[in-house]
Nanobody, 123 residues
Framework: QVQLVESGGGLVQAGGSLRLSCAAS????????MGWVRQASGKEREFVAG????????YYADSVKGRFTISRDNAKNTMYLQMNSLKPEDSAVYYC????????????????WGQGTQVTVSS
């Protein structure tokens, strides 16, 4: 059973940076795509970024390209999301997610989720 635990959220001013971490356990992730999904208050969840666990290929939503960077440390089974130039509209609960399919991850059909970590960006 996949277990995903996020950390690193918090309150930051606009223009600032945060780094989120996701510790993964419970199986081998070599054939998985790991990613981040966020949900702002009153809005639907949206895909933010993904990374192929073995390939290292990365995928981003247009809204975060050039500002966010996703990475992973295979030895630590940990994924990261470096968020720079944060904007108030980036405020949301950020969830770590995992799936063998990038399509499932991007369409939010994955069944493996973390508990979420709150990111608040003040203007």
């Amino acid at each position: 059973q996949v277990q995903l635990v996020e950390s690193g959220g918090g309150l930051v001013q606009a223009g600032g940076s945060l780094r989120l971490s996701c510790a993964a356990s419970g199986r081998t992730f070599s054939n998985y795509v790991m990613g981040w999904v966020r949900q702002a208050s009153g809005k639907e969840r949206e895909f933010v970024a993904g990374i192929g666990w073995s390939s290292g290929n990365t995928y981003y939503a247009d809204s975060v390209k050039g500002r966010f960077t996703i990475s992973r440390d295979n030895a630590k089974n940990t994924m990261y999301l470096q968020m720079n130039s944060l904007k108030p509209e980036d405020s949301a609960v950020y969830y770590c997610a995992a799936d063998p399919s990038l399509y499932n991850l991007r369409s939010l059909r994955t069944g493996a989720w973390g508990q979420g970590t709150q990111v608040t960006v003040s203007s």
